[in-house]
C-alpha cells in the first residue's frame, strides 16, 4: 500500500519568512495531492492540492509542486502570518477507478510562525 | 465551519456505556468517511461509504459499528471501548466516486475512561 513520510514534524519560523513542508510517497500510481490545514479544535480543512498531470500549483501565499520522478511533493507559505499556525497534513491518492477512496496522509507538520 | 457537522463535539464514556457519534453532510457528496485521529500518528481511515454502501472497511474492532442511513447522514455506534479508543473521531465527505477531495468536519473529542 501507499506511506507518506512528512518532513519536518514541528517548524518554526519568524512573521514574513517563508515556510516549507516536504512529502514523500511510495506509489508511483498516486495521483492527486492534497494538503490539509487543521487548526486547535477543528476538523483538517483542505488548503490546496495537485493533480500528477502538473508541476506547480499556486493559491495566493500558498504553493504545491510535485516531482513524479522523485516520487516528492512539497507546500510552501510566502509572507508567512501569525494565523498560518497550525498543523499542516500532507496526503496521497490513486483515483484509479477501482478502491480509489483512500487517502493516505502524513503524519503531520506543526507549523509556529513567530510574530 | 465546513459544510460537515459533527455531534456531539466532545463525549465522555465508561468502557461498558453504548454511545453514538453522528455525522451530517450539507454537500450533496455522495461518499462519507469515519477516520481516527490520535496525537502523533496519521490519520486512520475506519470506514467508507458510498452511496450508503460501505466500501472499506480497514479492519476495524467489531465495538465500533458505523451505519449509514442515506447519503447525507453517517453515524459511528460504540461499545464496550478501551482506553486506547479515546481519540478525535474525524467525519469527511467527498463528492463522488472520482472525485476524492474530502472535506472534514470539526471531529468529535472521545474519552473513554
Known amino acids: 500500500g501507499e506511506n507518506v513520510e512528512q518532513h519536518p514534524s514541528t517548524l518554526s519560523v519568524q512573521e514574513g519568512d517563508s515556510a516549507v513542508i516536504k512529502c514523500t510517497y511510495s506509489?508511483?500510481?498516486?495521483?492527486?495531492f492534497p494538503w490539509y490545514k487543521q487548526e486547535l479544535g477543528k476538523g483538517p480543512q483542505l488548503i490546496i492540492d495537485?493533480?500528477?498531470?502538473?508541476g506547480e500549483k499556486k493559491d495566493q501565499r500558498i504553493a504545491v509542486t510535485l516531482n513524479k520522478t522523485a516520487k516528492h511533493f512539497s507546500l510552501h507559505i510566502t509572507e508567512t502570518q501569525p494565523e498560518d499556525s497550525a498543523v499542516y497534513f500532507c496526503a496521497a491518492n490513486r483515483n484509479s477507478g477501482g478502491s480509489n477512496y483512500k487517502l493516505t496522509f502524513g503524519k503531520g507538520t506543526l507549523l509556529t510562525v513567530n510574530p | 465551519e465546513t459544510g460537515v457537522t459533527q455531534t456531539p463535539r466532545h463525549l465522555v464514556m465508561g468502557m461498558t456505556n453504548k454511545k453514538s457519534l453522528k455525522c451530517e453532510q450539507h454537500?450533496?457528496?455522495?461518499?462519507m468517511y469515519w477516520y481516527k485521529q490520535s496525537a502523533k500518528k496519521p490519520l486512520e481511515l475506519m470506514f467508507v461509504?458510498?452511496?450508503?454502501?460501505?466500501?472499506e472497511n480497514n479492519s476495524v474492532p467489531s465495538r465500533f459499528s458505523p451505519e449509514c442511513p442515506n447519503s447525507s447522514h453517517l453515524f459511528l455506534h460504540l461499545h464496550t471501548l478501551q482506553p486506547e479508543d479515546s481519540a478525535l473521531y474525524l467525519c469527511a465527505s467527498s463528492p463522488a466516486r472520482l472525485n476524492n477531495e474530502q472535506f472534514f468536519g470539526p471531529g468529535t473529542r472521545l474519552t473513554v475512561l
Open positions: 495537485i493533480r500528477s498531470n502538473v
Open positions: 454537500l450533496g457528496h455522495n461518499a
Open positions: 461509504y458510498s452511496l450508503e454502501e460501505r466500501v
Open positions: 506509489d508511483s500510481a498516486s495521483n492527486y
